[in-house]
């Protein structure tokens, strides 16, 4: 049984960084892409960035890029996402997926990542 375990959300001024963890135990995902994804109220889940299972391979959202950052400890079993420089727009539930994807075509979408976390929860306040 793999789990995904999400930490270091919180409550924030806009221009604040956060540092999220996603702690992955039961069985090592280190073959497999690593993605965040954010849900905000009343909005689909949307794609954040992930990271290709070497680590060498990373893609963002527009809306994050130059501002997020996603990488990986394999021998933690552990992805991280560095969040600077946050906005209002940024609030909502991130989550940690790992998948058998191996292009931005296919590790964009949330529909190929097979295993889920249950989400932590990051609001920005203006």
């Known amino acids: 049984q793999v789990q995904l375990v999400e930490s270091g959300g919180g409550l924030v001024q806009a221009g604040d960084s956060l540092r999220l963890s996603c702690a992955v135990s039961?069985?090592?995902?280190?073959?497999?892409?690593m993605g965040w994804f954010r849900q905000a109220p009343g909005k689909e889940r949307e794609f954040v960035t992930y990271?290709?299972?070497?680590?060498?391979?990373?893609y963002y959202a527009d809306s994050v890029k130059g501002r997020f950052t996603i990488s990986r400890d394999n021998a933690k079993n552990t992805v991280y996402l560095q969040m600077n420089s946050l906005k209002a727009e940024d609030t909502a539930v991130y989550y940690c997926?790992?998948?058998?994807?191996?292009?931005?075509?296919?590790?964009?979408?949330?529909?190929?990542?097979?295993?889920w976390g249950q989400g932590t929860q990051v609001t920005v306040s203006s």
């Open positions: 997926a790992g998948g058998e994807c191996y292009t931005s075509a296919r590790c964009t979408r949330f529909e190929n990542y097979k295993y």
């Open positions: 039961g069985r090592t995902l280190r073959t497999n892409a």
């Open positions: 990271i290709s299972w070497t680590g060498g391979s990373t």
